[in-house]
């Protein structure tokens, strides 16, 4: 879902470079270069428009990634977040709180009725406990 949605807007050019967040186990494929693969055998992008960082493992982690690596460094001055529809309002305060110039928009991901519930729920108390802690 997010990784279509992040090429649907390269190819229409509403953003003009993606980058890609997300570590990994040990031994493992990180998120982040899954993702770069996926894009290239079924998008067929070119990795020239798509940045890697393999080092983050969490939606906080990630934010503050974008936010002192990128914006700080003056790379960019807007960001796009893509993330799926249960997860929107965490990372919407997250930006908030970091202050990031950031739209935050939902993937094309769709859940039933059931997993819905359970992801919100399970966002609701990550929301929570970001609230309290900053984590």
Do not use: C
């Amino acid at each position: 879902g997010r990784i279509d949605k992040g090429a649907e807007l390269l190819k229409n050019k509403v953003i003009n470079k993606i980058q890609l967040t997300g570590g990994n186990a040990p031994g493992e494929l990180s998120e982040a270069e899954a993702a770069l693969k996926y894009l290239q055998s079924m998008h067929k992008l070119s990795p020239k428009n798509i940045e890697v960082e393999n080092l983050t493992s969490t939606t906080n982690e990630q934010i503050k990634f974008v936010k002192s690596n990128l914006e700080n460094g003056d790379k960019f001055k807007k960001f796009i977040i893509i993330s799926d529809e249960f997860h929107l309002k965490r990372v919407e305060e997250m930006v908030d709180f970091y202050n990031l110039n950031a739209e935050v928009i939902s993937s094309n991901y769709k859940l039933n009725f059931q997993k819905s519930f359970y992801y919100r729920l399970r966002d609701s108390i990550g929301l929570i406990i970001f609230w309290f802690f900053g984590l």
